[in-house]
Antibody, heavy 121, light 107 residues
């Protein structure tokens, strides 16, 4: 059974940094692209970042480019999102999601339960 | 970036009704269109990918159609568990983008 468990969320001040993790199990992690998607309180879904199965290709939303870095450790079956220069508008529940194939073009078939990041002074 | 426009933003319907939600892309995305269902406090759930392919385990009352720029999600007979918010997503190009969502409420 596929399982995704995010961790690392919390409350921090503007300008701060945080690293989210997503521990994956139940599938061959390195064979699938992964994504981060966020949802601000009471708002819709926003795609944040994606990474190929090998980790060699990464993608970012314009809103986070240059501030966030996606990475993965296929030996640990773990996905990461390093978040720097955080802003109030980054406040959201962050979901990790498994893509249906080795690239991000095929939809996300499994999602974690989400981790809340709150940026506030 | 490709903009995705969903309509309506909300609708009220009764159990047994046929419900149709539309999604329009700002440019052609071929068939790289996915539909998700999200219930309050829960993660999204993939319903349909590649515009019309039903994800495993999803009831057959859900169907998707379209290609290019115009897409439709149809629920043939609305069930109590279908009251939720639905999102379309284009995965044709990065950054991927979601529609604004359609909240399906009980009439």
């Amino acid at each position: 059974e596929v399982h995704l468990l995010e961790s690392g969320g919390g409350l921090l001040q503007p300008g701060g940094s945080l690293r989210l993790s997503c521990a994956a199990s139940g599938f061959t992690f390195s064979s699938y692209a992964m994504s981060w998607v966020r949802q601000a309180p009471g708002k819709g879904l926003e795609w944040v970042s994606g990474i190929s199965g090998s980790g060699g290709t990464t993608y970012y939303a314009d809103s986070v480019k240059g501030r966030f870095t996606i990475s993965r450790d296929n030996s640990k079956n773990t996905l990461y999102l390093q978040m720097n220069s955080l802003r109030a508008e980054d406040t959201a529940v962050y979901y990790c999601a498994k893509c249906r194939g080795p690239d991000t073009a095929m939809g996300d078939d499994y999602w974690g339960q989400g981790t809340l990041v709150t940026v506030s002074s | 970036d490709i903009q995705m426009t969903q309509s309506p933003s909300s609708l009220s319907a009764s159990v047994g009704d046929r419900v149709t939600i539309t999604c329009r892309a700002s440019q052609s995305i071929r068939s790289y269109l996915n539909w998700y269902q999200q219930k309050p406090g829960k993660a999204p759930n993939l319903l349909i990918y590649a515009a019309s392919t039903l994800q495993s385990g999803v009831p057959s009352r859900f169907s998707g159609s379209g290609s290019g720029t115009d897409f439709t999600l149809t629920i043939s007979s609305l069930q109590p568990e279908d009251f939720a918010t639905y999102y379309c997503q284009q995965s044709y190009s990065t950054p991927s983008t979601f529609g604004g969502g359609t909240k399906v409420e009980i009439k």
